[in-house]
């Protein structure tokens, strides 16, 4: 998804967050931020008890109870909660948002399968299986030197993740809900208040008859991209203008823009990033301007032209025709190879912001096909791309967007603007893909953790974790809070948090932790296999 | 593949003691021993099956000089697989990715079988000439190519299943 970089450096300012206003909670609950047995009792809510709960119900939950589930924890002891039953809902959606339809391929590799923490066989030998094609086979075996890389369609992704869930048991562990609180136990543990989702579009309060506490031992958070928020100049636009349309991005629903784009034949649009995302969006368009024949304009803003591979030796990222190249998100040394080894030996946090910088390159995967269009486009003159970067939204006339740009900050490229230079663009929309800011605050059960529960914050604001993905500082007796995906980002172990490969380790690396508490069974060489062989013939774990 | 240093040497001592073995146990009596080795060779036998006719490999009596060529062979790939190793990840440090693709391990079969024939002669494990037309290269290069072939095959996959972190810790087993 999005860049690493932008996340980490774009962390808001934090503002204070009063403890939750949960309906229904008595006065002394919700004022006590320790809870006995005895407290919980008296409040006649409904309580049930779980050794584990995972809070969420996305693809880190996913991960984890897989993992779980593999290491021989029955059904029975796990809770999911989450807005949605299937896991990659979430996911979905936002890929959907950012041009990624069922029917396309994800920025993703063919061993790291969600529903197959073995990785093997991948997504790549499945489709060859499947489609009879022995030819992906072998471009599995030569990749990433003689072709690109295979990557899955989004539709495989869920579709396995479907299977996998009913062979764990998903939907019977699964309770449709909200967490707004997490709280400590006096005898050790913890309380999981869940709030069941409103269904009913009445606004009264949730009745006490159906909010529910879970005691359990064992937490774990991993609450995705929900708190994903726009950039500030996006933001100050709308604010001012109270134009809520014309300029997104690209992680929001924005579909009207391409309906009106092709109802308005002739539009322009500026599209700002130079990451995956903005391909998707201009790959869109250009499948638009085809058959929609929408006659589109495309400005595409990126920060920098790159001309030509660039830095040393050892540290040259491929690049030509503006963009720099990287299969993945994050270079895949960091997937834990010697590039993680790198990370976890550094020990301040400049040197690490330093590494993350090459880590988190914004590039694309060097696809042929998007460069050709790209090329076509620009001698057809339907397609432009500057260099700079954005220095201001305003509103113009006839319902056109002025955005300022700022060249002085961009490498020199030969058609676009001089040196010292700002130059203004109409355009009728704007969609914005060079980043979005997560604030864990925007949780309130991470905030409530952090007010409430003694959790500590890292460096770039998000929950400060051990190698074991605990979040230090919220530990109650023999309970532990454990955090995965994007709350745990900037931690000193793992950099990709939010891959399919990143969601996979965390799940291993706690199932670990926990197989030394006795709380599962270690994945040693036997159970792995007898693991593996289950999965295949599609037996319960 | 996203091997550490520490990874790729394990992952090669690992390959070679298990599938390298296992396999040359198997494949030495079906393989074509050179005349200094007496009477150890391949004869192929016919056989009816229905009615379809079809060659059986069978073994002749392997010498125990056939079965030290073979486990000295994979034995001298593991030690000198060891210094291959550090040159591989010393090419890695100028890869962006700092990966390493499948396919580079695959055709590294190619220079590490050329460069332990004549390291087998060196140490002396295989003996007579060290030109490519000797009698011993038919035996060397088909036990070579088959079990470079299985344990590059074993690691891009059955490898993720029998140890889990392999592949999470950049080839490490240990």
């Not at chain 1, 989004?154 to 579709?159: F, K, R």
């Not at chain 1, 929609?292 to 050892?314: A, F, Q």
């Not at chain 2, 000797?134 to 079990?147: L, N, Q, V, W």
Request: charged share 20%.
């Amino acid at each position: 998804m999005s860049d690493h970089a932008t996340l980490g450096a774009r962390v808001k300012e934090k503002q204070v967050v009063k403890a939750s206003r949960v309906p229904s909670l008595t006065a002394d609950l919700a004022s006590s931020c320790v809870w006995d047995d005895n407290m919980v009792a008296d409040s006649q809510l409904r309580q049930r008890d779980v050794s584990f709960v995972t809070i969420g119900g996305g693809i880190g939950s996913f991960a984890l109870v897989d993992t779980l589930r593999i290491a021989g924890v029955s059904a029975e002891n796990i809770s999911v909660i989450g807005p949605f039953a299937n896991a990659y809902e979430s996911l979905k959606s936002l890929l959907i948002n950012s041009q990624i339809p069922d029917s396309h391929r994800i920025r993703s590799g063919s061993s790291d399968r969600m529903d197959n923490i073995w990785g093997w066989p991948g997504y790549g030998m499945a489709e060859a299986f499947r489609r009879k094609n022995p030819l992906l086979l072998m471009h599995l075996a030569a990749e990433p030197v003689l072709c690109e890389y295979y990557t899955p369609r989004a539709s495989d992704v869920y579709a396995s993740m479907d299977r996998e869930a009913e062979r764990i048991s998903w939907h019977q562990m699964f309770t449709p809900g909200k967490v707004p609180l997490v709280r400590k136990r006096r005898e050790g543990g913890y309380f999981v208040v869940v709030v069941p989702p409103d269904n009913a579009d009445s606004t009264s309060d949730v009745s006490d008859s159906k909010l529910e506490i879970i005691r359990a031992r064992y937490v774990h958070l991993s609450l995705g991209a929900a708190g994903l928020r726009i950039l500030p100049d996006l933001e100050s636009y709308r604010a001012i203008t109270g134009d809520m349309n014309h300029v997104v991005n690209v992680y929001e629903p924005h579909e009207h823009v391409y309906r009106a784009l092709i109802e308005r034949p002739g539009s322009s649009v500026l599209v700002r990033g130079a990451a995956t995302s903005a391909m998707e969006v201009i790959g869109r368009l250009i499948h638009d301007r085809n058959s929609h024949d929408s006659k589109v304009v495309i400005y595409h803003l990126l920060h920098h032209y790159v001309k030509e591979p660039k830095g040393s030796p050892m540290w040259r990222i491929p690049g030509g025709n503006g963009f720099a190249y990287q299969a993945f998100t994050f270079t895949k040394g960091a997937y834990g190879g010697q590039l993680q080894d790198r990370w976890r030996s550094l020990r301040s946090d400049e040197d690490r912001t330093r590494l993350l910088g090459l880590l988190a390159s914004t590039a694309i995967p060097k696809r042929r096909q998007w460069l050709r269009e790209l090329a076509r486009g620009t001698s057809e003159g339907w397609y432009k791309m500057l260099a700079g970067s954005a220095a201001g939204l305003q509103k113009g006339d006839n319902e056109k967007i002025v955005a300022t740009i700022d060249h002085n900050t961009a490498d020199h490229h030969d058609d676009h603007g001089s040196e010292n230079a700002a130059s203004t663009l109409e355009v009728d929309y704007v969609i914005d893909c060079t980043g979005v800011t997560v604030d864990v605050r925007d949780h309130e059960v991470l905030a409530d953790l952090i007010d409430c529960g003694g959790a500590g914050l890292n460096a770039i604001g998000q929950l400060a974790v051990n190698r074991s993905f605990e979040v230090e500082g919220a530990y109650s007796g023999n309970g532990k809070v454990f955090t995965t995906g994007f709350s745990a980002l900037g931690n000193p172990y793992v950099v990709p948090m939010y891959s399919f490969w990143g969601y996979q380790y965390c799940a291993l690396t706690i199932a670990n932790s926990l197989a030394n508490e006795g709380f599962c069974n270690r994945i040693n060489t036997r159970r792995s296999i007898g693991g593996w062989w289950r999965l295949v013939r599609n037996r319960t774990p | 593949m996203t091997f550490t240093l520490a990874g790729r040497i394990q992952t090669r001592l690992f390959l070679a003691a298990t599938v390298g073995v296992l396999w040359t146990a198997i494949i030495t009596p079906f393989l074509p021993s050179p005349p200094m080795g007496a009477i150890g060779g391949v004869g192929m036998v016919p056989m009816q099956m229905s009615r379809l006719m079809i060659l059986i490999p069978t073994p002749y009596n392997p010498t125990p000089i056939d079965y030290q060529m073979t486990f000295g062979t994979i034995g001298m790939m593991a030690v000198v697989g060891v210094v291959w190793e550090l040159l591989y990840h010393l090419l890695q440090q100028f890869r962006w990715d700092k990966d390493w693709p499948p396919l580079f391990t695959l055709l590294a079969g190619i220079p590490e079988g050329l460069v332990l024939w004549y390291v087998i002669h060196l140490v002396h494990v295989e003996n007579g000439t060290v030109a490519l037309n000797s009698p011993g290269m038919p035996m060397f290069a088909i036990h070579f190519a088959t079990t470079w072939l299985l344990m590059w095959l074993f690691m891009v996959g059955p490898m993720k299943v029998a140890i889990l972190r392999w592949r999470f810790e950049g080839g490490r087993i240990i």
